[in-house]
């Protein structure tokens, strides 16, 4: 799938305020753990360094922002999970998190972040779990590719580590993409893969 516009749309903290969403458009949303990558991914995705903005900083990013790719569809940036700076922060971010993800009825697909540096942590697990209990679909994204030491079987990690996830959630692994911006690992399949997606969904998406 060939990408020809990407703009961003705006950034909203409530639904009811989401009067820049057109309900006839999919929408993709990436979650993960503070500073896994989001806003990275995004660029890479889309092919523009700066379409979403990046922070070395966890916890930057504490609204919903939202990219409409095409025409047609949009990418859905969520706040990242699990650093707080306070309480009352901690209970905005996962209000806005749960409010998206459990009562936005045109969230197409989830994307879940994890650094696979350090692969899935007790708080994936928890919000895993969340998606599992709200019979949300999802699919994990392990980036930080670029990040790791050569002589690291990361293959051989993303496997046990599912097979652990399988073992403790009693689930079988979703499916997963390994993310390397340097190497432009995957790029091609994830985008792929939101184009089947978008067919199933009878869009028409203008092929590369």
Same mark, same amino acid.
């Given at each position: ?8 749309? #705006?950034?909203? +903290?409530?639904?009811? @305020?989401?009067? $820049? ?10 979650? #993960? ?7 990275? /991914?995004?660029?890479? /995705?889309?092919?523009?360094?700066? /379409? ?16 409409? $790719?095409? @025409? ?20 905005? $971010? !996962?209000?806005?998190?749960?409010? !998206?993800?459990? !009562? ?6 989830? *994307? ?21 209990? +709200?019979?949300?679909?999802?699919? *994990? %994204? ?11 079987? $990361? ?9 652990? /996830?399988?073992?403790?959630? #009693? ?7 390994? %993310?390397? %911006? ?7 399949? %994830?985008?792929? !893969? ?15």
């Amino acid at each position: 799938m060939k990408i020809f516009s990407a703009t961003f749309e #705006g950034s909203i +903290n409530q639904l009811n @305020h989401s009067s $820049i969403l057109n309900e006839r458009n999919l929408e993709y949303a990436f979650a #993960g753990r503070s500073n896994v990558g989001k806003s990275s /991914l995004i660029n890479f /995705l889309t092919h523009r360094k700066k /379409l979403a903005k990046v922070s070395s900083s966890p916890g930057k990013t504490k609204l919903i922002n939202i990219f409409l $790719i095409n @025409h047609q569809w949009y990418l859905i940036d969520l706040p990242g999970y699990g650093f707080f700076p306070d309480i009352k922060m901690k209970r905005e $971010i !996962y209000r806005i998190i749960k409010d !998206y993800i459990f !009562y936005r009825k045109k969230m197409t697909y989830l *994307f879940l972040l994890i650094d696979c540096r350090r692969l899935i942590q007790q708080i994936d697990y928890y919000f895993i779990e969340m998606l599992l209990e +709200n019979h949300v679909q999802f699919c *994990f %994204i392990f980036t930080k590719m670029d990040k790791l030491k050569k002589y690291m079987n $990361i293959d051989k990690k993303i496997s046990t580590c599912l097979e652990q /996830l399988e073992k403790n959630m #009693g689930i079988n692994p979703p499916k997963y993409f390994k %993310i390397s %911006i340097k190497n432009q690992l995957e790029k091609k399949n %994830i985008m792929k !893969y939101i184009e089947q997606l978008n067919y199933k969904r009878k869009l028409i998406i203008p092929n590369s």
